[in-house]
């Protein structure tokens, strides 16, 4: 099976853009969380979706969004870009149902986000 | 905030085992122990995880202590290419929360030739 893919995989902005990044589960994986890395927060939950629903959400602004398609894919939304959005934006699949292995978690390989 | 403990920086010599160490003592019944490594800017890598018997896949053991406080993963012979950041996660079953993972600083190993 093909794993978690994000796109782009790099990416320049400048503040006060917006951007979309996309993130296309395993194959038959229904759950979608988001991550947001940088060197000074470490890895921090955005937001989950699960069947096209947000499940969870982390402390983020309002600023950052996202959605799920009927196909699973996702996509997450940074309106006004703030320099300290530059970071590696991470997703994660999992199939979610009950029972521990199907709810482990696989990682895509993130987008590099760069705000200027 | 995370409810793992791990050292912040660990050494091992090619070769020989790693065992990496991870506090958990707030850990409750229902809540599974899990592995994550992340190599150099890359996504984090599922490793291996627990519940509260030991266990053991290609990559990894994981040993967690009877009374689930505490649990060591063990990389029976680590290589250069082991040198990554480990982190150790606990995480409830069965809830809706699920798929949120609260991640600590991890442990970086470094393997030495």
């Known amino acids: 099976k093909a794993g978690v893919t994000q796109t782009p995989r790099y990416l320049i902005k400048t503040r006060g853009q917006q951007v979309t990044l996309s993130c296309s589960p395993i194959?038959?994986?229904?759950?979608v969380s988001w991550y947001q890395q940088t060197p000074g927060q470490g890895l921090q939950f955005l937001f989950e979706y699960f069947s096209e629903t947000q499940r969870n959400k982390g402390n983020f602004p309002g600023r950052f969004s996202g959605r799920q398609f009927s196909n699973s894919r996702s996509e997450m939304n940074v309106s006004t870009l703030e320099l300290g959005d530059s970071a590696l934006y991470l997703c994660?699949?999992?199939?979610?149902?009950?029972?521990?292995?199907?709810?482990?978690?696989?990682f895509g390989p993130g987008t590099r986000l760069l705000v200027l | 905030d995370a409810k793992t403990t791990q050292p912040p920086s660990m050494d091992c010599a090619e070769g020989r085992a790693a065992n990496l160490p991870c506090n958990h003592s707030?850990?409750?019944?229902?809540?599974?122990v899990y592995w994550y490594r992340q190599i150099h800017s890359q996504g984090p890598q599922y490793i291996i995880h627990?519940?509260?018997n030991n266990e053991t896949n290609e990559m990894a053991s994981l040993i967690i202590t009877e009374d689930r406080k505490s649990s060591t993963l063990i990389l029976p012979h680590a290589t250069l290419r082991d040198t990554a950041v480990y982190y150790c996660?606990?995480?409830?079953?069965?809830?809706?929360?699920?798929?949120?993972?609260?991640f600590g600083q991890g442990t970086t190993l470094q393997v030495k030739p």
């Open positions: 627990g519940l509260k």
């Open positions: 194959s038959g994986h229904r759950s």
């Open positions: 996660i606990v995480r409830e079953r069965g809830s809706s929360n699920t798929g949120k993972l609260i």
């Open positions: 707030t850990i409750s019944g229902n809540e599974y």
């Open positions: 994660a699949s999992s199939l979610w149902a009950a029972g521990g292995t199907q709810e482990t978690q696989y």
